[in-house]
């Protein structure tokens, strides 16, 4: 038994040698005309994708679509002066691509988080999927570490699985696997994971913070966003007991959460005693929590962000953010105007899910003003050309410094009144006169 064990390993690592390559040998793998996939944040192979943008730099590439969500690396195709043949397409438009979407380089494919997964099935072209993954493991396998995300259906669609093999992406024991029989082509590029900085928590966001941590019960489970108010939120957290885990993004305030003893997930009625999430981004501490962890569970994004499982917790919690809110209570989370700013990921699945769960409440939060206090987020009316991330008929808690506005249930005028009441003082008169101007309030 041990010497067909060691004689398989000797088997995957002559596979492994085959195939390894150097970055420009990965990316010259990429035929002229495709389609290519990456997915989210940690997954995306700098290495290979800098070779294929100085191929095309070279004029070596025609007519190559570059798919991806979450971007954390500046690509040369968003930026001015973009290499021919290559046509970025962007499904959340996050920091990285929203210079080329805004100027007309990046293309955008709008849809839920969740829903992404089919759209690729039943909509997209993958002709390579290209990922960054752990470390080969002694039986041939790679791990998609921090991300489950949209992997699995990429791997399942695509014609070639071309990867990119870092020593510092931890092995997540439940995030999908390649397995060496599988790739097209390897090469190695062990460069430090890039770190989210955590946000500053200022006095708004603790005060924003502190009103939501008080209307969490003792054993709700949660789903928290990215940002200096849902860190808030966790810091508000630490004192509340048997809390549970269910998120699309695992963060530095969930591990905290975990190792102060505030989260055990024991009240779950599903993966109980676990945390789970579809991927994580956050500091080197969540890296090292998710390696060869078995309490922590990276699942698919059809599944996880389905509101239907999100449900079936009790006493559900969602914090998310906005950029400005309606007397309506329509949400916009995208875009200031037109210009793009994000995407709308899961928000909306999230929003859904936790007033679908007994007890479960969905938390929109943000300061109450933006641009250094000279304009309001809550307004009479979107600014035009506002992309609606959460529509009036889902909205439920809307969250500033100066309170809770519940919206859920609520006719215009009192979603009007509620909001007006949140807003900065200085704002309140301004929207009253609108609110009256037309007919809402009289």
């Given at each position: 038994?041990?010497?067909?064990m060691v ?5 995957y ?22 389609c290519?996939?990456?997915d ?6 700098k ?5 294929l ?29 973009p ?6 397409v962007s ?5 990285g691509?929203?210079q ?5 380089r990046?293309?955008v ?17 993958v ?6 993954v ?8 790679f ?15 695509a ?73 808030a939120?966790g ?16 963060t ?12 055990d ?13 579809t ?8 890296y ?13 994004v ?18 998310n ?35 679908l ?5 969905s938390?929109?939060?943000?300061p ?10 809550i307004?009479?009316i ?12 889902d ?6 410094e ?15 009144e ?10 309140r ?8 101007k ?5």
């Amino acid at each position: 038994m041990v010497w067909r064990m060691v004689n398989g390993m000797n088997d995957y690592r002559a596979q492994y040698e085959e195939k390894l390559t150097t970055p420009e040998g990965a990316a010259a793998q990429i035929e002229n005309g495709a389609c290519i996939f990456s997915d989210i944040a940690l997954s995306q192979p700098k290495a290979i994708l800098d070779a294929l943008e100085a191929r095309a730099r070279r004029g070596e590439v025609s007519d190559v679509t570059l798919s991806s969500l979450l971007d954390i690396y500046p690509l040369e195709c968003y930026q001015p002066d973009p290499p021919a043949g290559l046509h970025p397409v962007s499904l959340f438009c996050g920091t990285g691509a929203r210079q080329g979407v805004n100027g007309g380089r990046c293309d955008v494919l709008p849809g839920y988080y969740r829903d992404f997964p089919r759209i690729i099935r039943e909509n997209r072209t993958v002709d390579v999927f290209c990922a960054a993954v752990s470390p080969m493991d002694r039986n041939g396998y790679f791990s998609l570490g921090m991300t489950a995300s949209v992997s699995q259906t990429l791997i399942d669609k695509a014609d070639k699985l071309i990867l990119e093999v870092n020593e510092h992406i931890p092995y997540s024991l439940s995030a999908p696997v390649i397995h060496i029989s599988q790739v097209t082509a390897l090469c190695e590029h062990d460069m430090p994971l890039v770190e989210l900085s955590p946000a500053p928590l200022d006095e708004v966001s603790l005060k924003i913070g502190g009103l939501i941590a008080d209307e969490v019960r003792d054993g709700s489970t949660l789903q928290l966003g990215i940002g200096a108010i849902p860190d808030a939120v966790g810091m508000a957290l630490r004192e509340k007991r048997n809390l549970g885990i269910h998120t699309e993004m695992f963060t530095d305030s969930m591990v905290e959460l975990i190792q102060c003893g505030a989260v055990d997930n024991s009240r779950k009625p599903i993966h109980r005693g676990r945390s789970v999430a579809t991927f994580g981004f956050g500091s080197k501490r969540i890296y090292d929590y998710i390696d060869h962890n078995r309490a922590i569970e990276l699942l698919p994004v059809e599944y996880v962000n389905d509101p239907a499982v999100i449900a079936r917790h009790p006493d559900f919690v969602s914090v998310n953010a906005a950029l400005e809110v309606d007397f309506f209570g329509q949400v916009c989370a995208e875009s200031i105007g037109t210009y793009v700013v994000s995407g709308t990921g899961g928000q909306v699945d999230y929003v859904r899910g936790a007033v679908l769960s007994p007890g479960g409440q969905s938390f929109i939060a943000f300061p109450s003003t933006a641009k250094g206090g000279t304009v309001s987020r809550i307004v009479p009316i979107l600014t035009p050309g506002a992309i609606v991330t959460t529509g009036k008929n889902d909205v439920d808690n809307i969250v500033t410094e100066y309170g809770i506005a519940r919206l859920r249930g609520r006719t215009l005028r009192e979603r009007t009144e509620n909001l007006i009441a949140i807003a900065h003082p200085k704002f309140r008169d301004e929207l009253r006169y609108e609110a009256k101007k037309r007919n809402i309030l009289i």
